[in-house]
Nanobody, 123 residues
Framework: DVQLQASGGGLVQSGGSLRLSCAAS????????FAWFRQAPGKEREGVAV????????YYADSVKGRFTISRDSANKTVYLQMNSLKPEDTAVYYC????????????????WGQGTLVTVSS
């Protein structure tokens, strides 16, 4: 079975850091692009960061550029999101997702999603 298991969320103070992990199983990890999306209460799900199949291309939402870094580890079939200088507006449920095509933020193009992990940033 295809599985994406997100973890690493929690409560952190403004200015702090967290690293999210997305463990993949049940499919050929290297054949897929991965992205992190987030959804804050009352808002639509938005793309945060995306990484191409071999990691050559990475894109970020303007709101997180310079603070977040997406990476992938093929040996461990895991995708990471390092989040630094966190702000209260980063509070959301974070989801990882996969797609076979190129790195884009259109969520309807992603065919499998993890269960989400909650990040709460206090001011």
């Amino acid at each position: 079975d295809v599985q994406l298991q997100a973890s690493g969320g929690g409560l952190v103070q403004s200015g702090g850091s967290l690293r999210l992990s997305c463990a993949a199983s049940g499919f050929a990890f290297v054949e897929y692009t991965f992205a992190w999306f987030r959804q804050a209460p009352g808002k639509e799900r938005e793309g945060v960061a995306v990484i191409s199949r071999i990691g050559a291309s990475r894109y970020y939402a303007d709101s997180v550029k310079g603070r977040f870094t997406i990476s992938r580890d093929s040996a461990n079939k895991t995708v990471y999101l390092q989040m630094n200088s966190l702000k209260p507006e980063d509070t959301a449920v974070y989801y990882c997702a996969r797609r076979r095509g190129g790195p884009v933020f259109r969520r309807e193009l992603y065919d499998s999603w993890g269960q989400g992990t909650l990040v709460t940033v206090s001011s």
